[in-house]
């Protein structure tokens, strides 16, 4: 009887599965009414340019974006390198958002043994960060490296994340596709064609993310992006109408 089984109760009432995937609760919805040209942008791995270059140009266009988080090892704590957390925390006062992309920027396949562990304490080290310096507990995750696993997406989800980033060329159906493998577009090097291209993919119910790296990145050149290209990308999204949002921002819609 129904009754007796409050936790099979539950599990409906927050989970369901879709195309196979298992939906958080808190990422359902039929997402009918995204307009064309919604654009999410993301900035990966606390690179100390998207405080100094990337910060004041989203200010100036008034634009949304969502910054994942990491300490990357080996020299986090060198600072002409990496943004400090009261640098990040105050990304957070300005109004953007702060996402979880693990302490260690370990490949989530990694972990090995005792992986649920191991791959907790990664996720709960930025949410402790957060926490100590006044930014609201991460609601998104971008997996370092590109590298994706189910069992990553279990505890995820388990842990309360909402979307979990990828970086797949395509763009994004909110109300179709897995939330834990939500596509991102790398925007880096100087074939700007090819960024501009990804960003006139933005239809209705179809999301473009953009996914960026240090601008400039001088600790990854290989991600490397010149801040006068970022400018020229964020000028054709202003003079073009396009909306241009953080992740959660996206749960508006729902
Ligand atoms: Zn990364």
Not at 84 to 91: D, F, K, T, V, Y
Request: glycine share 6%; charged share 20%.
């Amino acid at each position: 009887m129904l009754h007796k089984c409050p936790f099979k109760i539950l599990s409906l009432i927050f989970l369901f599965v879709y195309n196979g995937a298992v939906i958080p609760s808190f990422a359902q919805g039929n997402y009918k009414n995204i307009p064309e040209k919604v654009v999410v942008l993301t900035f990966d791995d606390a690179i100390a340019t998207q405080y100094t270059n990337v910060r004041p140009l989203l200010k100036k266009y008034g634009f949304g974006a969502t910054f994942f988080i990491c300490e990357f090892p080996p020299d986090f704590s060198d600072k002409t390198k990496y943004m400090s957390w009261e640098q990040i925390a105050e990304l957070n006062k300005d109004g953007f958002e702060i996402a979880n992309h693990t302490q260690s920027h370990s490949s989530v396949k990694g972990y090995g043994v005792d992986m649920e562990k191991k791959f907790t304490a990664d996720l709960d080290s930025i949410e402790l960060k957060c926490e100590k310096y006044g930014i609201p507990k991460p609601v998104n995750f971008a997996y370092p490296g590109c590298v994706t696993d189910s069992v990553a997406a279990e505890i995820l989800i388990k842990k309360g994340y909402v979307w979990a980033r990828t970086c797949n060329e395509k763009t994004w159906n909110p109300a179709a596709d897995n939330p834990m493998l939500i596509p991102g577009f790398p925007c880096q090097g100087e074939d700007t064609a090819k960024i501009f291209n990804y960003i006139r993919q933005a239809k209705k119910g179809e999301v473009v993310v953009l996914l960026f790296h240090g601008v400039p990145d001088n600790v990854h050149p290989w991600v490397n992006l010149k801040p006068e290209l970022l400018e020229l990308f964020f000028r054709y999204l202003h003079d073009n109408g396009y909306t241009v949002v953080a992740l959660r921002d996206v749960l508006k819609w729902k």
